[in-house]
């Protein structure tokens, strides 16, 4: 599957296409198919989101999981700090970006 991300233009959050428009869950994001590149243009055009990308992802339990870790970072938050990530109290964060 592939997903579109990007960054919020004013605050620099990372955004994941949902279908409808732009969400800061990764949960949220909906495989943009063939369609894409289209929507990248579209959109970078439209100065809705800040460098729009696609990325390889694959379905998991609780939503989509980038294929690059890089990535995957994106989606949890900072790694240096802890507290600053999306869900700060999941145990189970390290491994999933790992």
């Not at 369609?35 to 460098?51: D, P, S, T, Y």
């Not at 240096?80 to 790992?98: F, K, N, Q, T």
């Amino acid at each position: 599957m592939k997903l579109a991300t990007g960054n919020d233009l004013r605050s620099g959050d990372v955004l994941w296409w949902d279908g409808q428009g732009w969400s800061r869950q990764i949960a949220d994001a909906v495989d943009v198919g063939t369609h894409g590149l289209a929507l990248i243009a579209e959109e970078e055009a439209a100065r809705r989101v800040n460098v729009p990308y696609l990325v390889d992802a694959e379905p998991g339990p609780d939503g989509p999981r980038p294929a690059h870790i890089k990535d995957r970072i994106r989606a949890r938050g900072p790694t240096v700090r802890g507290d600053l990530a999306r869900a700060p109290a999941d145990p189970g964060a390290g491994s999933w970006v790992i």
